[in-house]
């Protein structure tokens, strides 16, 4: 369930009992991997909807970490083909985001990837793609203190993450509430809903949100589990 703990709030009591072990294996994975590399630097990519299972070309290694930094997510943002898709957003509870290294030599180069992958024009990376770099302790986007600090304790150089705003299409920047969103979701075409439907199912199960929870109950769309969990 969604941690009570307000927008962007990082608390420590929040951490699951797992933490201590996940965090210890992320160090060293974080390690070994770069040993393998030998890559210069050390940049992560955090996410928390399609990216997990649909890269299209993002340059990550090895597989997605489960233990990414507590974030205020929730399926609140009108996108391509009408499906509501998942953002950070002002919302009272976090969830624990997911993240990956990428194969990347620059911070810059990081944007320019998540920007690509996710249809952002060139114009709007310094809006859309959040970031925050350690050399030159400068970052831009939601969340930073609470990613910041958890980038800090796994030694990490820089963190990539998509920063889009929430909102239908007509209300961008404003937050919908879910029955706003359900029935947006009830007015769609056929195919429209499966593919939103396909969304929201394959979202990883640890994304468990307000609206996620509503959605189960009022449209029976139980998470996607997939095979190798």
Same mark, same amino acid.
Request: glycine share 6%.
């Given at each position: ?6 927008? =962007?709030?990082?608390?420590?009591? $929040? ?19 770069? =040993?393998?590399?030998?890559? &210069?630097?050390?940049? $992560? ?27 205020? +997510? ?7 083909? &009408? ?27 990081? &944007? ?5 992958? #996710?249809? +952002?024009? #060139? ?25 910041? $600090?958890? $980038? &800090? ?12 705003? =929430? ?17 947006? +979701? ?44």
């Amino acid at each position: 369930m969604p941690r009570a703990s307000g927008s =962007c709030a990082y608390d420590k009591r $929040a951490q699951p009992g797992s933490q201590p072990d996940l965090r210890e294996k992320s160090r060293r994975s974080v390690t070994s991997t770069l =040993c393998l590399k030998e890559t &210069k630097v050390n940049i $992560a990519c955090l996410g928390w909807g399609s990216l997990i299972w649909d890269l299209r070309g993002l340059p990550v290694r090895g597989t997605w970490f489960k233990d990414g930094p507590m974030l205020p +997510i929730e399926f609140a943002r009108e996108s391509g083909g &009408k499906r509501i898709t998942l953002v950070i957003a002002d919302v009272g509870y976090t969830v624990r985001s997911l993240w990956a290294l990428m194969s990347v030599d620059t911070l810059d180069e990081a &944007k320019r990837k998540l920007a690509d992958r #996710e249809s +952002i024009t #060139e114009e709007n990376i310094r809006y859309s793609i959040g970031f925050w770099e350690r050399a030159s302790d400068s970052s831009h986007g939601k969340c930073v203190p609470q990613i910041s $600090a958890w $980038a &800090k304790s796994l030694d990490l150089d820089a963190v990539v993450w998509t920063n889009l705003k =929430c909102g239908f299409l007509k209300t961008r920047d404003k937050m919908p509430e879910y029955g706003q969103v359900l029935e947006q +979701i009830e007015q769609l075409s056929h195919e429209e809903r499966r593919v939103a439907e396909e969304y929201i199912r394959r979202a990883p199960v640890q994304i468990d949100t307000e609206f996620r929870r509503r959605l189960q109950r009022d449209m029976g769309w139980m998470p996607i589990i997939p095979e190798e969990a």
